[in-house]
């Protein structure tokens, strides 16, 4: 970690909002980074009526440059992503969540692999931050390598909980889009990638991830995806995505009616409600951006 005198190489941006009870456990594990040498740390403050700002203040001693930046402005993770940008120091950027934690050797790894290649993913781990049972219902993102995207098929992506880019190639496109209210890190991958900057796995920059852990938070969560998924399948058509099949949606809606028993278990209900959510969230996806993709 550098002092704020020294020259700085990288910058850690992480979009923060009400996560007061999360936000001390990220902080501590970046104070506790091996291998790294020359970066900050930047927490976007997005709004936050909780501790959050007073959580960062606190890391100020044993992470010597921190800054907290307003990005009160706007609502959302990506206008948070891109003021942490505007404040940033370093030609490299990483960007990481409250809510998640890096291990020991994350900001080197990935400073790294950005140098060489100019834009990656970190490797999520899912056991650490979640039970067993919370851990089972959810897929398993970024465990082997990029998300592909299936339906329809199209360019790989990764959560914007593990990136790193050079900041040109973050100018070069504008940076995350702050009208997306949701999968902003899906589109920033893909814009990159269609203005010839290949996104490549890190295996070796491990992320331990948080999932949420109760029905409510998990439907909205999966609700919001599906409502942005259609949004995406929308933008993305004329840029090469394929079309859906007209029966591909109420096939899936037929599925999974038929595996609705998965709710009198409390190993499968949890994914099963998220993936109602999903698809509930993609017929209002449907009537508010007025393509058929349910």
Same mark, same amino acid.
């Given at each position: 970690m550098s002092t704020l005198e020294d020259p %700085?190489?990288?910058?850690? %941006?992480?979009?923060?909002? /009400?996560?007061?009870?999360?936000?001390?456990?990220? #902080?501590?594990? #970046?104070?506790?980074?091996?291998?790294?040498?020359?970066?900050? %740390? &930047?927490?976007?403050? /997005?709004?936050?009526?909780? +501790?959050? %700002?007073q959580v960062a203040e606190s890391y100020r001693r044993r992470l010597p440059a921190l800054s907290v930046v307003d990005a009160s402005q706007r609502s959302g993770a990506a206008h948070a992503r891109n003021r942490g940008v505007e404040a940033a120091r370093g030609a490299v950027i990483l960007f990481c969540d409250a809510d998640d934690a890096v291990a020991d050797h994350w900001v080197a790894a990935m400073s790294h692999g950005v140098e060489e290649r100019g834009f990656v993913a970190s490797r999520f781990e899912v056991e650490r931050l979640n039970s067993p049972t919370v851990a089972a219902a959810h897929r398993h993102p970024q465990e082997t390598g990029l998300n592909p995207y299936t339906y329809p098929d199209f360019l790989p992506h990764a959560g914007g909980a593990g990136l790193g880019v050079r900041r040109t190639l973050h100018d070069e496109?504008?940076?995350? *889009?702050?009208? @997306?209210? +949701? &999968?902003? *890190?899906?589109?920033?991958?893909? @814009? #990159?990638?269609l203005a010839g900057h290949p996104l490549s796995f890190a295996g070796d920059a491990v992320v331990h991830v948080r999932f949420k852990e109760d029905l409510g938070g998990d439907f909205r969560q999966l609700f919001s995806y599906g409502v942005n998924n259609v949004r995406i399948y929308r933008d993305y058509r004329s840029r090469g995505m394929k079309r859906l099949s007209p029966l591909a949606g109420p096939l899936r809606w037929a599925k999974l009616l038929l595996t609705a028993p998965k709710l009198l278990s409390s190993k499968t209900r949890a994914g099963w409600v998220g993936q109602l959510g999903w698809r509930l969230g993609r017929v209002v996806g449907c009537l508010r951006y007025l393509v058929w993709a349910p």
């Amino acid at each position: 970690m550098s002092t704020l005198e020294d020259p %700085v190489r990288v910058s850690v %941006v992480i979009p923060a909002r /009400n996560a007061a009870a999360t936000l001390g456990e990220q #902080l501590q594990a #970046l104070a506790e980074q091996r291998g790294a040498s020359a970066w900050e %740390v &930047l927490v976007a403050d /997005n709004g936050s009526t909780d +501790a959050t %700002v007073q959580v960062a203040e606190s890391y100020r001693r044993r992470l010597p440059a921190l800054s907290v930046v307003d990005a009160s402005q706007r609502s959302g993770a990506a206008h948070a992503r891109n003021r942490g940008v505007e404040a940033a120091r370093g030609a490299v950027i990483l960007f990481c969540d409250a809510d998640d934690a890096v291990a020991d050797h994350w900001v080197a790894a990935m400073s790294h692999g950005v140098e060489e290649r100019g834009f990656v993913a970190s490797r999520f781990e899912v056991e650490r931050l979640n039970s067993p049972t919370v851990a089972a219902a959810h897929r398993h993102p970024q465990e082997t390598g990029l998300n592909p995207y299936t339906y329809p098929d199209f360019l790989p992506h990764a959560g914007g909980a593990g990136l790193g880019v050079r900041r040109t190639l973050h100018d070069e496109i504008g940076g995350f *889009d702050e009208t @997306r209210s +949701a &999968l902003e *890190d899906t589109d920033y991958c893909w @814009r #990159l990638q269609l203005a010839g900057h290949p996104l490549s796995f890190a295996g070796d920059a491990v992320v331990h991830v948080r999932f949420k852990e109760d029905l409510g938070g998990d439907f909205r969560q999966l609700f919001s995806y599906g409502v942005n998924n259609v949004r995406i399948y929308r933008d993305y058509r004329s840029r090469g995505m394929k079309r859906l099949s007209p029966l591909a949606g109420p096939l899936r809606w037929a599925k999974l009616l038929l595996t609705a028993p998965k709710l009198l278990s409390s190993k499968t209900r949890a994914g099963w409600v998220g993936q109602l959510g999903w698809r509930l969230g993609r017929v209002v996806g449907c009537l508010r951006y007025l393509v058929w993709a349910p």
